[in-house]
């Protein structure tokens, strides 16, 4: 019996591959770097549109007519990974949960219409965890998340991040980061190239 149990152990220990409800392994400095590279492209503009139609594990790609009605879900990305970041950290009702890489897929395809009116607010409040308008972006990261090559015209990494043992919860993390980066830089772009 000790035996069997130490084998278990030794192969759980040895298998590189994510384990779901584990800690995810370490992030080497050259995998931040080719993840976030891969983060960026997808932050900038038109390029979320482009990634998808490269096609992801939850989305067909070019053939697929998946986003159609739903476009508004592919701009403002960075923004969208910091939200997620935010909401996979939010406990579930009964006190479980928190930064688990889970997240409700209930109304993830919904987005509101646009309001002509400038700041005029009459979206209904959203209860029960709705994740409206993400789904686009989780699709781009179980991408990022599943083939190490995605997307293209980014660094490959040698191992997709969960054939190398890293969390999902750690990418969309990671992501939130990114997001937070990127924004501080394209702002300050913006500021420095400002008229008055």
Same mark, same amino acid.
């Given at each position: 019996?000790?035996?069997?149990?130490?084998?278990?152990?030794?192969?759980?220990?040895?298998?590189?591959?994510?384990?779901?409800?584990?800690?995810?392994?370490?992030?080497?400095?050259?995998?931040?770097?080719?993840?976030?590279?891969?983060?960026?492209?997808?932050?900038?503009?038109?390029?979320?549109?482009?990634?998808? /139609?490269?096609?992801?594990?939850?989305?067909?790609?070019?053939?697929?007519?998946?986003?159609?009605?739903? /476009?508004?879900?592919?701009?403002?990305?960075?923004?969208?990974?910091?939200?997620?970041?935010?909401?996979?950290?939010?406990?579930?009702?009964?006190?479980?949960?928190?930064?688990?890489?889970?997240?409700?897929?209930?109304?993830?395809?919904?987005?509101?219409?646009?309001?002509?009116?400038?700041?005029?607010?009459?979206?209904?409040?959203?209860?029960?965890?709705?994740?409206?308008?993400?789904?686009?972006?989780?699709?781009?990261?179980?991408?990022?998340?599943?083939?190490?090559?995605?997307?293209?015209?980014?660094?490959?990494?040698?191992?997709?991040? /969960?054939?190398?043992? /890293?969390?999902?919860?750690?990418?969309?993390?990671?992501?939130?980061?990114?997001?937070?980066?990127?924004?501080?830089?394209?702002?300050?772009?913006?500021?420095?190239?400002?008229?008055?």
């Amino acid at each position: 019996m000790r035996a069997a149990q130490l084998l278990t152990t030794l192969l759980q220990c040895c298998s590189a591959v994510y384990t779901p409800g584990t800690p995810g392994a370490a992030w080497t400095a050259e995998e931040v770097l080719i993840v976030k590279a891969k983060l960026w492209r997808m932050f900038s503009t038109d390029e979320a549109e482009r990634m998808v /139609k490269e096609g992801t594990p939850a989305s067909p790609g070019n053939d697929s007519d998946i986003y159609t009605g739903s /476009k508004g879900s592919l701009f403002t990305i960075a923004p969208k990974a910091l939200r997620q970041g935010f909401h996979d950290c939010l406990r579930y009702p009964d006190g479980s949960g928190g930064c688990d890489g889970c997240l409700s897929r209930l109304n993830m395809w919904h987005t509101f219409d646009h309001n002509p009116h400038d700041g005029y607010f009459n979206y209904p409040d959203q209860t029960g965890g709705d994740n409206n308008g993400m789904q686009a972006l989780s699709d781009l990261l179980e991408g990022i998340y599943f083939w190490p090559d995605y997307p293209s015209r980014t660094p490959s990494l040698q191992v997709s991040l /969960k054939e190398s043992g /890293k969390s999902r919860a750690d990418l969309w993390a990671l992501a939130a980061i990114a997001a937070v980066e990127y924004g501080i830089d394209t702002t300050n772009i913006k500021c420095r190239h400002a008229t008055s």
